[in-house]
C-alpha cells in the first residue's frame, strides 16, 4: 500500500482570489461538458501543488475514489475521523484501502477540544441547540479539513448539484477564496441514480446502510434514514427546522455554500 506526501508536508504561497477564480472558471469552460476520467486528468493536470480528495465513504466519494485509483492518478486521499462515526464506516474504510491498494490518511478531532466541548456540553450535547452542534462541527470537521488541506492547492470533493438547493448552484470547479486553493466536483452533474448504477456495473463497495435509506451518511448520532419523498440530506441533523443541511465543510462564515466573488475591477485586472 503506498503512502503519498501529505499537503500539510509540503509549503505552498497562498493565491489572490482572483487568480484562484480565472483558474475556477478556465476548468469548468474546458472541463464542463467532459466526462469524469477527463475532468479529474484535466483538475490534475493544471494543479499547481498537491491535489487532496476528502472522502467520507458516501456513494459519490467510493464512485471518485474509484476513479482515481483506478487511473492511478496522484492524488492525496484524505478522511475525517470525528469519532463518532458509524461502525460500517470503518469497515468500509478498510476495505477500500484494501481494494484499491491506497491508503486514506486520517485527521482527527484535537483531543483538548473535544474534552472541553463534552465537559461543557455533555456527550450529546448538540442536540441542545444549532449552535452546540455547529460547535460540535467545526471541532470534530471543519478544523481537522483545514489541516488536511494545508498546503493543497486544489481539492477534491464529492459535491453534486441535485443533493440539495443549497448546493444546486455549485459548479464543477469553484475558487475557495478562504482557503487560498481550488475546489473540483467532478461528479456535479452527476444525479444519484447515475452514481448508484456505476457503483453496481464496477462493483464500487459501498455503505450497507445506503440500502437501509441511509442517503447521507455523517455521525452516527446526527443520520437517520429518509423517509420516501425527503431530501437525500433530510437525514442529517434532523431534529434542526433548516433546509440547508450542512456541516461547515463547504460553507463560508455566513452560512451558505462557499463560492468566491470577483468585484468587476478585479474581472478586468
Not at 503506498?2 to 482570489?17: I, K, R
Request: charged share 25%; proline share 7%.
Amino acid at each position: 500500500m503506498a503512502a503519498s506526501p501529505g499537503p500539510d508536508e509540503t509549503s505552498t504561497s497562498p493565491q489572490p482570489t482572483v487568480v484562484l477564480a480565472a483558474r475556477a472558471a478556465a476548468l469548468d469552460a474546458a472541463f464542463g461538458m467532459a466526462d469524469v476520467p477527463e475532468r479529474l486528468s484535466g483538475i490534475v493536470a493544471q494543479a499547481a501543488g498537491p491535489v487532496v480528495f476528502t472522502t467520507s465513504f458516501g456513494l459519490e466519494d467510493q464512485v471518485l475514489t474509484h476513479f482515481i485509483a483506478t487511473a492511478k492518478l496522484p492524488v492525496i486521499f484524505a478522511t475525517l475521523d470525528t469519532g463518532r462515526l458509524f461502525p460500517e464506516v470503518y469497515a468500509l474504510w478498510q476495505e477500500t484501502e484494501e481494494r484499491y491498494g491506497i491508503l486514506i490518511r486520517p485527521y482527527y478531532p484535537r483531543h483538548d477540544a473535544v474534552e472541553l466541548y463534552v465537559r461543557q456540553n455533555g456527550i450529546n450535547g448538540f442536540y441542545g441547540s444549532r449552535d452546540a452542534r455547529k460547535s460540535c462541527c467545526d471541532i470534530r470537521k471543519v478544523e481537522p479539513l483545514g489541516r488536511a488541506l494545508a498546503g493543497a492547492d486544489t481539492w477534491l470533493t464529492g459535491l453534486r448539484a441535485d443533493q440539495s438547493a443549497a448546493r444546486g448552484g455549485v459548479k464543477l470547479a469553484e475558487a475557495d477564496a478562504a482557503r487560498g486553493l481550488v475546489k473540483a466536483s467532478p461528479l456535479i452533474d452527476w444525479s444519484r441514480e447515475r452514481t448508484l448504477a456505476f457503483a453496481e456495473a464496477n462493483d464500487v463497495p459501498i455503505n450497507p446502510l445506503h440500502a437501509q435509506g441511509f442517503v447521507s451518511i455523517g455521525c452516527q448520532p446526527c443520520t437517520r434514514a429518509i423517509r420516501p419523498g425527503e431530501p437525500e440530506r433530510a437525514g442529517r441533523w434532523w431534529w434542526e427546522d433548516d433546509a440547508a443541511k450542512e456541516c461547515g465543510l463547504h460553507v463560508g462564515s455566513d452560512g451558505k455554500l462557499a463560492r468566491a466573488k470577483i468585484a468587476p475591477a478585479e474581472a478586468h485586472a
